[in-house]
């Protein structure tokens, strides 16, 4: 007589070895952070019984043997609410940083331009356009392969 596993029931090192497993995995895909990982792993290592492993994978899809995730369909809603990706986080860094600095060389020849008492030649063109660009066609590119 087979016996269905309890949340009370406690759990081995073959158990926790196989969460870790799934842990491990979702990392890589990107699912978790590397503090919520460090985290869960803490907790996996810490646990004793099944009713503590659960809540340690509750949101992280499973596995088929072929390694592909089971099609899970959510709401709308959901999906764009989501997280950002760490392309998207690196992207949004870029165009702070061409933001700043444009605005910066933009300071600087108003500065002068105040100064000398007449405009002076648009030089901060030369800053915002081609890295502007360059951004702008990368943005395009990614969410072009996103949709």
Request: contains cysteine; proline residues 5%; charged residues 20%.
């Amino acid at each position: 007589m087979t016996v269905p596993y309890g949340p009370d029931m406690r759990a081995s090192d073959s158990d926790r070895e196989k969460i870790a497993s799934r842990l491990r995995d979702a990392h890589a895909e990107g699912r978790l952070s590397i503090n919520e990982f460090q985290d869960r792993l803490d907790a996996l290592y810490e646990a004793q019984t099944y009713g503590e492993l659960e809540p340690l994978v509750r949101d992280i899809p499973v596995m088929r043997t072929h390694k592909t995730p089971a099609i899970v369909q959510r709401p709308a809603s959901t999906v764009a609410t989501g997280k950002r990706s760490g392309g998207e986080k690196a992207m949004a860094v870029l165009w702070t940083i061409w933001v700043c600095a444009v605005s910066v060389n933009l300071v600087v020849w108003l500065l002068v331009s105040i100064t000398n008492g007449n405009l002076e030649y648009f030089w901060p063109a030369w800053v915002a356009g081609p890295w502007g660009a360059v951004l702008l066609a990368i943005t395009a590119m990614r969410r072009q392969v996103r949709d």
